[in-house]
Every structure is written in C-alpha cells, then in structure tokens.
C-alpha cells in the first residue's frame, strides 16, 4: 500500500474552501484545513472524518510566518508531510480607490500574497525532499480588473505571476504548480456584497446568471472538481496555467 498524500487547504472552513477539501478527501488525501480560527473548521473536519476521512483543523494567520511554520509543522505530525497545497485563503476590502485606505491595501495583499507566499515556501521543502508536489493558488477573474476592487485585483493578478515563478523553480522537482480563477461563485462572501447594494441573495445570483454565457452561477464544487484535476496525477504535465473556471471564455 502506497503512503496516502497529504493536503492542505488555507481558507478550508467554507465556501470553495470548504469544497476543495472535502473533494481532495473524497479523492483519497488526508487533508489539514487551515482557518484563521480552527473552531471554525470543525463542520468540514466532521463531515470528512464523518465520510471516513482523514483531516485536522488547524487555525492559523497565513500572513503571520510563525503561524505557517507551526501550521505546516503539526500537519507533518498529525498526517504525514504535506505534498499538496491549496492556497485558498482570502478576503475582501472593496472600495473605490480614493477612499481605499492603506489597510485595506495592506490586508488584502497580507492574506492573498504574502500567505501564498509563506505557506508555499514552507511546504515546498516536504515536496522537494518528496520529488513530488502539487501548489494550487486562487486568483480570480477580478484578475483582469474589477472596479471598486484595485487590491483584491492586484493581488489575484500577482497570484498568476507567483504561479508562473514556481512552476520554473519547482519543475525540476516533480512539483507542479497552477492557478484557478474563479469566475462568479455562489459563496457566504457574496452575500455581504448582495446586502450592500440592497439586494436580497437571490436576486443578486439571478442577475448574475444572466451575465454568465452558461446562464447559471458558478457553485464551490465547480472550483473542487479543477483543484482536482490539478492535484492529480494525471495532471503531472501541466504547470504554470491559469484555468478560468468562469462559465464562458474568460482572460
């Protein structure tokens, strides 16, 4: 019997996150969620050990490098050495640029940047000493420019581009490393977007249905089945790629 992989997912608790990881597991991996606080990622642990998984939920800032180190290190422990990462984790600090403030900047770029940054850098070790890896990292449409979204768009670019840098550094090493850029997502952080602009939920998703070419709204699953198939072993020839995963073409 081969050793079974283990996986990370930052931004495990819920919405893609909490899809990526319940299909990884489902796919075979024993998975480590990561949330910034663990008590948050107890429903998808449950539901994986439920399903006869293998996960732990570990809380941790990825922006806070001894945070990552500790994160990584008690996954080692727990489920063996982490040769697959999902750099997930995000949030949102939308606003117009002349209102945006510096720590609105500053957040935005410490989570999506700076934690892919620090969660890559410390599993890659695991996969280089393996000869095997995986790093799949979360960007977005918005990546092609969003208004009222000048971080959040910049940092999803930067995530194709720290993308594109791994995957020359860590070919050599069996690693591959690929991005996803969801399109419009039914997820818990739209609703905040849908209360905004007073909207109720439902709503908000049936004008956005009509804007997409496969007239439907993406849901998290549509993001876990690419993580998927960008975890897999079939996928061993595949690096360096942004896929958009956005209902029609999109980039």
Known sequence: MTEQRVAIVTGGARGIGAAIATRLSSDGYAVAV?????????AVVSQITAAGGRAIGIGADVSDADDVTRAVAQTAADLGAPTILVNNAGILRDNMLFKMSEGDWDAV???????AFLM???VQKHQVEAKWGRIVSLSSTSALGNRGQANYAAAKAGLQGFTKTLAIELGQFGVTANAIAPGFIATDMLKATAERMGVTFEDFLAGAAKQIDVRRVGQPDDVAVA???FCSEEASFI????LYVAGGPKA
């Open 109 to 115: 770029m410490g989570v999506h940047l700076r934690g």
């Open 120 to 122: 890559s850098r410390e």
């Open 239 to 242: 690096s360096g790629q942004v």
């Open 34 to 42: 990561l949330d910034l606080r663990e008590s948050d990622t107890e």
């Open 227 to 229: 993580a998927s198939f």
